[in-house]
């Protein structure tokens, strides 16, 4: 799950998130993330508030025993690839968007 800054038509800070799978890493989740944002549709939702890329954050999703899902902050270990996916599940359910 990728958040997005953007500002409101009044002046107000938002976090716009996107939920992109089968993302290898990081970076591919913010890229594949970008493109959707950048997508007629997501642009006209928005009313083509500008979104600001440089301060993204990537969050893991993860489904619990009960079968929430929960995310959780990337943090990459010191000397692993950076990847995204989780050794206990799936990264994310599907594409979609939702305004935090």
Wanted: hydrophobic share 30%; glycine share 8%; charged share 30%.
């Amino acid at each position: 799950m990728v958040g997005f800054r953007l500002r409101t038509g009044t002046d107000r800070t938002v976090r716009h998130f996107y939920v992109v799978r089968d993302a290898k890493d990081e970076h591919d989740a913010r890229r594949l993330a970008a493109r959707l944002a950048h997508s007629l549709p997501e642009r006209e939702a928005r009313e083509y508030a500008p979104l600001d890329e440089t301060g993204t954050e990537v969050l893991l999703l993860h489904r619990d025993a009960l079968g929430n899902w929960r995310p959780t902050a990337h943090h990459p270990r010191p000397g692993s690839n950076g990847s995204i996916l989780h050794s206990r599940g799936q990264v994310s359910s599907g594409s979609s968007s939702k305004v935090k």
